[in-house]
């Protein structure tokens, strides 16, 4: 089941590449689909989603459930 989440501060592509490899570092398995308007990131087959938002928030880029 994919996990939606709302990224306030993912603006832009780098921002985009940033939110994409603070998630591949905790879950290199998972598949992310990034909407920048909408600020936010889909991830399929996601772990553990604590680790996930830790490492959002370690970059910079603190995420909600969407
Ligand atoms: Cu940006």
Known sequence: ????????????????????????????QSKIDIDIEGR????????NLSDVTKALADAGYPAQNA
């Open 40 to 47: 936010r990131v889909t991830i399929d087959g996601v772990g």
């Open 1 to 28: 089941m994919a996990t939606v989440l709302k990224v306030e501060k993912m603006h832009c592509r780098r921002c985009a590449k940033r939110v994409t490899s603070a998630i591949m570092g905790v879950a290199p």
